[in-house]
């Protein structure tokens, strides 16, 4: 790109931000007005505080108090986005006027705050910091702590070390298995990860996003795209199996063990198509038996933004905003002084309902198993082989998708291309469904491939078809084949293997008279697909 060419870039994202914000405001005053209130209506006393951590590095930290009130029950968040000013602003005026007490604190080296940022590394002691500040306040009765994305991340890295007068957390759209959502199977996620560093360098970028994924080698992207090297992100692209040192050791092992350490109830929300959702139910997994005792997990129908993201069918009852919830679970915690009982909800699509479930997963009620043959999905054992060339130069951008964040208009279950629309994509349809399937759990795909290339990553995709003929996602995930994967045969050139991999799960009820479609695109030169099975 030309540098015009950039500036015209910048010009139209931060229009795009800007109405972004002005939507979301909106949203935000939308529910909180949708939302029942018929206790008593108290005023907004604001203040300001610059709040020194134990190195003497000092916060930005913004308190609402209700008016009138000596104690109250408090809310608060920790944020790196200074430029939700107005979203903060807006729940300190609706939470004062219920009640509550909210602070809100912008993290080191963000907006106002003092220090250097780095993402991540600081959230725990300057999160304690804080919290115990607010413990030591007599206006506090008690505290609350909830945020989404990052300002969920703050509030995990010190779940398990939180003082006496924290009851509970709500998190969203975030877990503590930080190599779940950085690599998919051995896929860094660009989408996610180099795009948020691009947005949250600590320094404006004007670099194009797509040159910069495909910058080689990557390692040099920082200084020769965005202005300068960031050790965080050579990290995070550096460490690409889940056993190296940077995952298994300092910060990121012991965010992972947080939630078997914490004692205080948490309220985890995701959704089906955010980038982050393996990595939240891993973490809902790893919570202590007698913390999930009086935890909630909600699993909704939504993207990372909390925005609807179905093409097709009706959806009324998504309940896709965080505010209900908040109110919903810390009214229950801090004014009625009530400890949650367990509870496990899904959205399911098609029948725009929310499902209470057992746990999660779901218990397995039985198993649907279906065959690849050469253009076929099957309910027996089938021969078939596909071959097919792919050039990396070429890439098949993702339509309809979970892992994605900077394209999140991708993200969703989204009206896809006609079967082999692509030479380098190969396709398998069934027969129209004879009843009903409910599919409410997880997807797994076992490949047997060759392929003639050292390694090759695939990627399947599955997909609903309706009587119409128009085909949506379900679900889809890639998986890196290399190295332990894959061996040598004598029949075959280069190399062959069985490769197996998990989509992350769904709740979805097939209707009778529809199909199911199979895709596998890759990701190198030429690759061979015999005996499938899904």
Aim: aromatic residues 12%; glycine residues 8%; negative net charge.
């Amino acid at each position: 790109m030309t540098e015009e060419e950039k500036k015209t870039a910048a010009e139209q994202k931060q229009r795009e931000m800007e109405e972004m914000m002005r939507q979301a405001q909106e949203s935000y005053r939308q529910e909180y007005a949708s939302i029942p209130y018929d206790g008593p209506v108290f005023g907004c006393r604001r203040e300001e505080l610059m709040l020194p951590m134990q190195d003497g590095v000092r916060l930005y930290t913004e308190i609402f108090k209700p008016e009138g009130l000596a104690q109250f029950p408090v809310l608060i968040q920790r944020s790196c986005y200074p430029n939700q000013q107005p979203l903060y602003e807006i729940n300190g005026v609706e939470l004062t006027r219920r009640g509550y007490g909210y602070v809100v604190q912008t993290c080191r080296g963000t907006g106002k705050s003092e220090g250097h940022w780095e993402p991540n590394v600081n959230e725990r002691p300057d999160g304690r910091d804080t919290l115990q500040w607010l413990n030591d306040q007599p206006w506090a009765e008690s505290i609350g702590y909830f945020g989404a994305s990052y300002l969920a991340l703050t509030g995990w890295a010190i779940a398990d070390i939180v003082p006496p007068k924290v009851k509970g957390m709500m998190l969203t759209v975030y877990g503590t298995d930080r190599f779940k959502s950085a690599y998919e199977k051995g896929l860094f996620r660009h989408d996610v990860l180099t795009g948020w560093a691009m947005q949250n360098a600590g320094h404006p970028v004007t670099a194009d996003y797509l040159e910069s994924c495909r910058f080689r080698p990557h390692d040099k992207v920082d200084e020769a795209l965005w202005g300068g090297k960031l050790d965080w992100y050579q990290d995070w692209i550096h460490a690409t199996r889940r056993t190296d040192a940077y995952w298994q050791q300092g910060w990121w092992k012991l965010l992972a063990d947080v939630p078997g350490n914490t004692k205080v109830p948490v309220y985890i929300i995701d959704a089906w198509y955010d980038h982050h959702f393996g990595s939240a139910i891993n973490t809902y997994a790893s919570l202590a038996p007698e913390t999930k005792e009086h935890s909630w997990l909600d699993i909704g129908c939504w993207n990372h933004m909390s925005q609807p993201c179905i093409a097709w069918g009706e959806q009324h009852n998504l309940e896709n905003g965080d505010i209900h919830r908040m109110l919903e679970w810390f009214d229950l915690l801090l004014k009625q002084k009530k400890q949650p009982e367990k509870r496990v909800r899904t959205y399911v699509m098609r029948e725009d309902r929310w499902k209470t479930l057992e746990a999660w997963p779901a218990p397995v009620s039985r198993t649907e198993k279906l065959y690849l043959g050469e253009t076929t999905l099957n309910a027996e054992p089938a021969e078939g082989k596909r071959t097919f060339v792919y050039d990396p130069e070429t890439p098949v951008p993702s339509h309809g998708a979970e892992s994605v964040l900077t394209t999140i208009a991708e993200a969703g279950s989204l009206l896809q291309p006609e079967p082999d629309y692509r030479p380098d994509v190969v396709s398998f349809v069934s027969a129209p469904l004879e009843k009903a399937l409910p599919i409410c759990g997880q997807i797994k795909v076992h490949l047997n491939v060759s392929t003639d290339v050292d390694d090759t990553a695939f990627t399947a995709k599955l997909m609903e078809v309706f009587p119409d003929g128009r085909a949506y996602n379900i679900h889809h995930c890639s998986r890196f084949a290399g190295g332990a994967d894959l061996y040598s045969r004598p029949d075959s050139k280069g190399l062959c293997g069985d490769v197996g991999y998990e989509l992350d799960g769904t709740a979805r009820q097939l209707p009778a008279a529809g199909c199911l479609f199979f895709r596998l695109p890759a990701v190198r030169r030429s690759q061979q697909l015999r005996r499938s099975l899904v």
